[in-house]
Every structure is written in C-alpha cells, then in structure tokens.
C-alpha cells in the first residue's frame, strides 16, 4: 500500500483554524485521527468514496469538516474554532474497506501517514 502522506499541521492561537491535507491516492476510505501522549490514537473524522458519507467525533463534530478532492487522492481537514485541547499529533489513513466500516467507527487502520503536529496556544 502507499502511505498516506499529511501536510498543514502548524501552530495556531486558540480561536484560529487550520487545514490539513493528507494524499493517498486510491482508497476508498480516509479518515483523520490524533493522538496525544498518554492516551490513544482516535479517530476524529472519517469519509467514504466522493464524500456522501461521512464520520465525526463528537468532539469536533461543528468545527471541523471532512472533505476530498474530485479525484479522491486527497482528504482535507478543516479546523475551526480550534482549542489548546486540540493541540495533537494528528495522523491520517487510508484503506479498501468497506462504507460501513469506514463510516461506523469500526475501523481499525493499518496504513498511517507519519503525522503532523498541530499546537493551539491561548
């Protein structure tokens, strides 16, 4: 498999946003998760195919958005209304499984990009 390769982490002053990139062409399912130490990675936003079905963590379900391109090589991760609790290693996937899988938080990746840090400050 190719890995997904992220780009766009950065540090931004809370209330800011950020948008994220992660390429990897030709996976049906991408999705978007972080991790901070001590704790484990976790799945935030997910999207299946063009985009018509989607996964959002309560967490930041209204703030951040899910998207990709039209050639489907590309997921995006809008950040809004960004918090210092977002500061994060953030970390994409990308996989063939299948909708509901992808969608229903019973994906498990196996196929990461290395990360990309975004820190918020207050």
């Known amino acids: 498999q190719s890995q997904p390769v992220e780009s766009g982490g950065g540090s931004v002053q809370s209330g800011g946003s950020l948008r994220l990139s992660c390429a990897a062409p030709?996976?049906?399912?991408m999705g978007w998760f972080r991790q901070v130490p001590g704790m484990e990675r976790g799945a935030l936003a997910t999207?299946?195919?063009?985009?018509?079905?989607?996964y959002y963590n309560t967490s930041v379900k209204g703030r951040f958005t899910i998207s990709r391109d039209d050639s489907k090589t590309t997921v995006y991760l809008q950040m809004g209304s960004l918090k210092p609790e977002d500061t994060a290693m953030y970390y994409c996937?990308?996989?063939?499984?299948?909708?509901?899988?992808?969608?229903?938080?019973?994906?498990?990746?196996?196929?990461w990009g290395r990360g990309t840090q975004v820190t918020v400050s207050s």
């Open positions: 030709g996976y049906p399912c």
């Open positions: 996937a990308a996989e063939s499984v299948d909708v509901w899988t992808c969608i229903m938080d019973s994906w498990a990746p196996t196929n």
């Open positions: 999207i299946y195919g063009q985009g018509g079905s989607t």
